[in-house]
C-alpha cells in the first residue's frame, strides 16, 4: 500500500475505528459496509503494516483520573534540533503528547498533565533543560476528538 493510496473501504474502515476503536470489532466494521469480517481483517493488517494505523489510543479524562491539570506547552526549538528534542520531551514524565509544527517560532507543542502545579513547574523545567524555549502555556479546560468526516464518501456520511 502506498502514501495516498486508500480506497472507498480503506477510507471507511478508518472512519468507524476512529470513532471508538477499543469497541468496534472487525465483524461490527463488516456489517456496516456489507462485507466479510475476515477482509476487514485482511485490510486492517495492511493499513497497520504500512504504517497509516499507528496504533490504538484511549481516550482518557485526566481529571477523573486524578490529573485536574492539563496544558499545552507551546515551545520553539531550533528547526535542526526539533525532531530530537520533540522525541526527547516525550521521555519527561507528565508529558502525554508532543506535535512538531512545520515552520515558524512556535514549532513544539507539548501537551501536559500534572496534579497540581508544582508538576507543571517541573515539566516546564524539563523542556527548557532539553532546550526547548516555552513561548506559552494555556491550561486547557477539556479537549475533545472525534473522527475525521472526510474519510467518507458524502452519500456515506452521519450528517449527509
Given at each position: 500500500?502506498?502514501?495516498?493510496?486508500?480506497?472507498?473501504?480503506?477510507?471507511?474502515?478508518?472512519?468507524?475505528?476512529?470513532?471508538?476503536?477499543?469497541?468496534?470489532?472487525?465483524?461490527?466494521?463488516?456489517?456496516?459496509?456489507?462485507?466479510?469480517?475476515?477482509?476487514?481483517?485482511?485490510?486492517?493488517?495492511?493499513?497497520?503494516?504500512?504504517?497509516?494505523?499507528?496504533?490504538?489510543?484511549?481516550?482518557?479524562?485526566?481529571?477523573?483520573a486524578g490529573y485536574p491539570l492539563?496544558?499545552?506547552?507551546?515551545?520553539?526549538?531550533?528547526?535542526?534540533?526539533?525532531?530530537?528534542?520533540?522525541?526527547?520531551?516525550?521521555?519527561?514524565?507528565?508529558?502525554?503528547?508532543?506535535?512538531?509544527?512545520?515552520?515558524?517560532?512556535?514549532?513544539?507543542?507539548?501537551?501536559?498533565?500534572?496534579?497540581?502545579?508544582?508538576?507543571?513547574?517541573?515539566?516546564?523545567?524539563?523542556?527548557?533543560?532539553?532546550?526547548?524555549?516555552?513561548?506559552?502555556?494555556?491550561?486547557?479546560?477539556?479537549?475533545?476528538?472525534?473522527?475525521?468526516?472526510?474519510?467518507?464518501?458524502?452519500?456515506?456520511?452521519?450528517?449527509?
Amino acid at each position: 500500500m502506498k502514501d495516498g493510496e486508500l480506497d472507498t473501504v480503506d477510507r471507511q474502515i478508518l472512519y468507524y475505528l476512529q470513532q471508538d476503536a477499543r469497541a468496534t470489532s472487525s465483524s461490527d466494521i463488516a456489517e456496516k459496509l456489507d462485507l466479510s469480517s475476515s477482509t476487514i481483517r485482511t485490510r486492517l493488517k495492511k493499513l497497520e503494516t504500512s504504517g497509516i494505523v499507528r496504533g490504538y489510543n484511549v481516550d482518557i479524562d485526566y481529571d477523573l483520573a486524578g490529573y485536574p491539570l492539563y496544558t499545552k506547552i507551546i515551545c520553539t526549538a531550533p528547526i535542526p534540533d526539533r525532531d530530537e528534542l520533540a522525541k526527547q520531551a516525550r521521555e519527561i514524565r507528565g508529558v502525554t503528547a508532543v506535535r512538531e509544527i512545520m515552520t515558524g517560532h512556535r514549532n513544539v507543542y507539548v501537551n501536559a498533565i500534572g496534579e497540581d502545579h508544582d508538576d507543571l513547574n517541573r515539566i516546564s523545567k524539563d523542556l527548557d533543560a532539553l532546550g526547548l524555549e516555552i513561548v506559552d502555556e494555556q491550561l486547557i479546560r477539556d479537549e475533545y476528538v472525534c473522527p475525521y468526516h472526510g474519510f467518507l464518501d458524502e452519500a456515506d456520511r452521519p450528517d449527509g
